[in-house]
């Protein structure tokens, strides 16, 4: 067993030993509302909206984005689980903006090793093996973190699965702050309609 495992087996029994009622916790969200957010170890969704166990759906993935299985989580929580409003949240430094789908399709083509960043870009630790997989993939990147707000609540809002009275909130999370900046075009563009 790795020390991780052993790390997170040892917090899980502490955690189970105190977890008193919690199991009586309803499958709705207390307060009816979803985050979609990144998966970025900086970000506690728990701590910058102030959520406790059972309160509020995250979903996360790499950027935080309306991918279709993000939005696929988001009507599951609407439809079947009664959330009422999403917050769209991505946030500053993000590794996203870091790369194309073309630099990622390329280092997995040469190598499924993890790859090292350098002041000349990412690369490779060694050779393959690869695979041309990832050229199948849309790996979301984006440039302006602003703007991928903007895309990924106009995306979700245009949504033929998604109803126009729900709202949908665009914000940056600050990573040297803590703040939620909000995004005012992504704030319009989910405005509800009813």
């Not at 790390?7 to 309803?26: I, M, Q, R, S, W």
């Not at 870009?121 to 707000?149: A, C, K, M, Q």
Request: with cysteine; aromatic share 8%.
């Amino acid at each position: 067993m790795s020390n991780i495992q052993n790390e997170v087996l040892a917090a899980n029994t502490e955690y189970a030993a105190d977890f008193g009622d919690k199991g009586n916790l309803p499958l709705p969200p207390a307060r009816r509302f979803a985050i979609l957010t990144c998966m970025d170890a900086r970000l506690d969704p728990a701590k910058y909206a102030g959520l406790a166990e059972g309160d509020a759906h995250v979903i996360r993935n790499a950027g935080g984005r309306a991918s279709d299985d993000a939005i696929r989580s988001l009507v599951i929580s609407y439809k079947l689980l009664g959330t009422r409003e999403w917050f769209v949240i991505h946030h500053t430094n993000c590794g996203m903006e870091l790369f194309t789908n073309d630099i990622m399709r390329d280092l997995l083509a040469n190598s499924l090793k993890a790859a090292t960043l350098g002041h000349s870009g990412w690369h490779n630790p060694g050779e393959g093996p690869g695979s041309p997989e990832g050229g199948y993939i849309n790996w979301l990147t984006f440039s302006d973190n602003s703007r991928s707000v903007v895309e990924d609540v106009m995306r979700i809002r245009n949504h033929p699965l998604v109803p126009n009275d729900i709202p949908i909130y665009g914000y940056i999370y600050d990573v040297k702050t803590g703040k939620l900046v909000e995004v005012p075009e992504a704030m319009t563009a989910g405005k509800a309609t009813k």
